[in-house]
């Protein structure tokens, strides 16, 4: 694409592709990139087009109607030379240059070949979503024990399970469909922990009953697991996994109102897989160097703060979707459209303005699902005593291999953050840079402040030689994406 | 079905499987070792958060097995190598 | 009666202060907005070089601490300041560049430092590229895991009665302006390590507290204020905020001029053991000194103890100005892989900035400050302050003891002192 492009939107889940589709039809030029081999995020995670008919997922799905009504779109658009789709392109750097911004890249498209290259635009929407939040205990780092989002990715994206006997734990709404899926294609669930106490929900009936279509797919998760026979036990916990090459077995606890297990009460169950997952942490990483000014959300994560238009405090910054506040994929294509208003507006786009009544209707409908998704995180919290499972021996930083003992150890010596921790013990310095371990560091040694990641300078991992080469020979805009989506 | 070759063995992968989709097909969860304690690892995150699931791939290290989608012939090398 | 000595800066070059100060047996009370090495101390390689100095002042000190890097390592273990002395390998990659090498490590050794001309580097380092003509292997150079070596060093001086007291200086008192506060043994505010702010030090810049009343002209110090209205009395305050050591002064009515100068370092992924020594090219040698604006890279390539590889050091000044600059990544990457090509499949894990602080001269200010009797500055020291801290520390102790401390004699050191920055009236020139 020669002409300038208009606007680079980082990430193409659900908020990014209602984005970039929002902003193309009010006449922008857009540059949509995304880690992913297919369009759809984590929510609406697919193989890569050419391969869905060997790998049927259609089933594990909700709301592909609108899925494939974007993807209608969004081809439309680039087959008009409007779209720049850029799958399997990271962006590890996001820097303001000018008035604009200019996001650095690495093409991964002949992957494990790796080739950088920069995305120029006045505007930049970073839509890069969430992934779990952990929390470690005794043995989660066996074989054989994933995040529940790692359980669902497989099953989504390459219709694998991995696992015939399945233990699920942790707490939110997020563990049902991924029980569903699993059970759907066959696997064996032998229990849902979920710590929550299933009655915290009607604390905040409000948010709930003015959400019916989320009743509506929790019921039809529920219909599943019933179907299937699932055990969901609440106020209970996965606080160890057993096994060598693999894991054998778990223990699960009923937990005590603080969150602590109740003395004597543990079951051992044999599995041969586990899904855990508290939550989800927000994907900062390219939002924190530029600037912009983060609040705190009712999960206990620091989020992107905005303006009702979905504006970062650093001008022609947007952001859209989880990293506002964890609230789903129908919040989150709300979002999307609320940051591509605001961005045909101040582009002076010659697009009329959306009718105030659908503007109206998206900003209640944000509006609501915000607070249900408040609702949600107040009724799911992360269990206050929940280090009570931890022993000294524990990993914590699964890179490093730092213990909780010895993370118990700086925060004695007086390290009261998790930056202060990783200089002292090096959790959260491999390569992951802390975003497995950062938030049960943070709550090891500063709890009752919201977790702020660490800033990373550096988004993803990028060979020292595609860096070198974009030093030796600038390449500014390497070819666009010639495969389908 | 196509293959890829693992350490030296074949392994079948639907198209569109990542690698690390296609080793859990066969059944395996783990496939790397750790620096420090020698612990088994393979897939936990499964969307390239955690890089434990990090193989070598037709020579190129650090490759995260969960993004990375296999292709007929990739030779994928698990273990460490500690005399690169 | 004890000295009361107030250090403020609990980076590496504040601990090593209040280490050597404490073990003299002075009275020493260390205050930070933060804690311990969170400012340009986390930043740093861990450098402990000879190598990089040409004879003169700082040379004379950067020897003097490197064998007090080693007692340090002795009295606490070097393996809680990951001390490792792996030797420095300079290599040169042209015949002149060699020859204008060896010349210099000549005039280091005739200094006192141990040079040892290298024809075939690849026998030290053999992963480094092909053809390089030449270099000079120092085998004196070292390195530290900075912030570990500054809470070992804080540590101990606690141990030897120190205490940390987290605050931030906002002014100074001093005898003329005695009538206002109280003289003496005042005690102290609340020593616990209250909440801090956990932004600015890791983020840049320091936000300006509230504008100090400057200190009465003249006058002797009696100690510093802070923030929360705390008076930490003072016989002696040493200055030893590093980058920040410029506005401290000021706040202490003792201005110096120490500027930022934003570097970047690059940390790859953990690899087996690749890279033995330090290893850079000769033209940092001239960088180092350099007074071009703008910036400026020449690499060097180190393993540490995790199995990473850095790769610095940019220097660049634009202020406090914290966004990456992907120019700078990019030519420090290719300059790493011209050194060792190995480096084009390794991955970039992650990079970090700091701001180092220097002085117009690019030597540390480190003595007594003549316009206000009590105030010691160690600040300045740019990217040498790993290295430099225990010299730096014994050397201050040595002015508020009057006397040679640890090898360190004032004598010695004169061309670090601040005097050289004033005119004979003590105005700045």
Redesign the interface.
Known sequence: MSEPVDLVVVGAGPAGMTAAATALAGGLRVVLLD???ALGG?YWRH??E???A??PTDDLHHGLGRYRALCRALAAHRSAGRLDLRLAHHAW?A??EGDGF?V?VVD?RD???ET?A?LRAPRLLVATGA??RQLPFPGW???????A??????LK????A??SRVALGGTGPFLLPVAAGLAARGVEVVAVCEAAHPRAWLRHPGPLLRNPGKWAEGASYAATLARHRVPVRPRTAIVAAEGG??VTAVRLAPLAPDGSPRPGTERRVEVD?VGVGWGFAPQLDLLV?L?CALTESADGNAVAAVDAGQRTTVPGLYTAGETCGVGGAALAVHEGRLAAWSVLADSGAAAPAPANRARTAVRSAVARQRAFARAMALAHPVPRAWPAWLTDET?VC????VTAGAVRTARA?????H??VK??T?AG?????G??CGPAVHCLTARGRAYEP?????A??????A??G???EPTDNAEPDKECS | MSEIVVDGDPLPFVEGQTVAAALVAAGRVAWRTTRVGRRPRGVFCGIGVCFDCLVTVDGARGQRACLLPARPGMTVTTREDDDE | MTLKVVVVGAGVVGAACAFHAASAGLDVTVVDRGPVGAGTTSRGEGNVLLSDKEPGPELALARLSRTLWDEAGRELGADTLELEPKGGLVVASTDESLAALREFAARQEAAGVRAEPVDRVRDLEPHLAPGIPGGVHYPQDAQVQPVLAAAALLRAAVRRGARFHTGEVVGALTTRDGDRTPLGPTPLGPTSHGPTSHGPTSHGPAPVGPVPEGPVPGGRITGVRTAAGEVLPADAVVNAAGTWGGEVGRRLGAPVEVLPRRGFVLVTEPLPPMVRHKVYSADYVANVASSDAGLETSCVVEGTRGGTILVGASRERVGFDTTLNTAVVARLAAQACRLFPFLRGVHLMRAYRGFRPYCPDHLPVIGPDPRVPGVVHACGHEGAGIGLAPGTGALVTAHLLGRPWRDADPAAHTGLLPDRFLTPGGAPQ
């Open positions: 880690s992913g081999t984590q193989p890569p050419h391969a869905r060997a790998v750097s820097v303001r200019a650095h991964r992957a494990p070949r950088a920069v992934y779990d780092d066996l074989p054989g024990v994933l995040t989002g790692g359980l669902q990715a497989l994206g390459g219709g694998v991995a696992g090459a693999r897989a160097p600037g990993v699964r890179c490093e291999e010596d007086g390290a009261h953050d930056r202060q200089q002292l090096r310095m491999g390569w992951c840079q975003r497995m660490a800033e990373r300078l550096v993803t991992p990028v060979t020292l030689g860096l070198a974009l030093d030796e």
